[in-house]
């Protein structure tokens, strides 16, 4: 039963352009949601993150946006790097759970940025 | 700050042999996850340490083992390999629950 989804395996933009990565998840009680970017050979490294009380949530380049009535979130960046380059993770948690740390990982989306 | 150290980087072993993997985290990171990442698919939880207990455990069989030392180092031991075994593993800590976790490299497990 996978819980959160990144339906597109990979996407490709042109340097400068937007890069929307999308995100669904099924499980009512995840109640926080991160975005994580994984280069080969390193672990994954934290980028963004949103609490359901929020419907967007900005940082520099990146914007998450959550839509919790669709169970549906997405990654903004504007303009896009060829530095950007690397497989997006979304990732969601139920806080109140008593693990409510786990962290529950959809399948990742690469992501090229063309120059 | 010297960040989530995972040893080794790489690891083979043949099925139905027994395997360590050894995580070492910040000072002060008192919960320790880990994570499996199959080829092609995002991070597993495998289960969590939270002050040398475990408090937490994904869909994982029982030959999946863990410990959590004081020197906040931790391993992850997996007994009766399996094929299917073959797969990164991640080991990520936190200081605290106001915290993101922070995540090592990991550890490339192959079993033949």
């Known amino acids: 039963d996978q819980q959160v989804k990144q339906n597109s395996p990979s996407l490709s933009v042109q340097e400068g352009r937007i890069s929307i990565l999308n995100c669904d998840y099924t499980?009512?009680?995840?109640?926080?949601f991160l975005w994580y970017k994984k280069y080969p050979a390193e672990g994954p490294t934290f980028l963004i993150s949103?609490?359901?009380?929020?419907d967007k949530n900005e940082d520099g380049r990146f914007t998450v946006f959550l839509n919790k009535s669709a169970k549906h979130l997405s990654l903004h960046i504007v303009p896009s790097q060829p530095g950007d380059s690397a497989v997006y993770f979304c990732?969601?948690?139920?806080?109140?759970?008593?693990?409510?740390?786990?962290?529950?990982f959809g399948e990742g989306t690469q992501l090229t940025v063309n120059p | 700050e010297t960040g989530v150290t995972q040893s080794p980087t790489h690891l083979i072993k043949t099925r139905g042999q027994q395997v360590t993997l050894r995580c070492s985290s910040q000072s002060g990171h008192n919960t320790v996850s880990w994570y499996q990442q199959a080829l092609g698919q995002g991070p597993q939880f495998i289960f969590q340490y939270y002050r040398e207990e475990e408090n937490g455990r994904g869909n994982f069989p029982p030959r999946f083992s863990g410990l959590q030392f004081p020197n906040y180092s931790s391993e992850l031991n997996v007994n009766a390999l399996e094929l299917d075994d073959s797969a990164l593993y991640l080991c990520?800590?936190?200081?605290?629950?106001?915290?993101?976790?922070?995540f090592g490299s990991g550890t490339r497990l192959t079993v033949v």
């Open positions: 499980n009512s009680m995840f109640d926080y």
């Open positions: 990732a969601a948690s139920a806080r109140k759970e008593t693990s409510g740390s786990r962290l529950t």
């Open positions: 949103i609490s359901s009380i929020k």
């Open positions: 990520a800590s936190r200081l605290g629950s106001n915290y993101g976790y922070t």
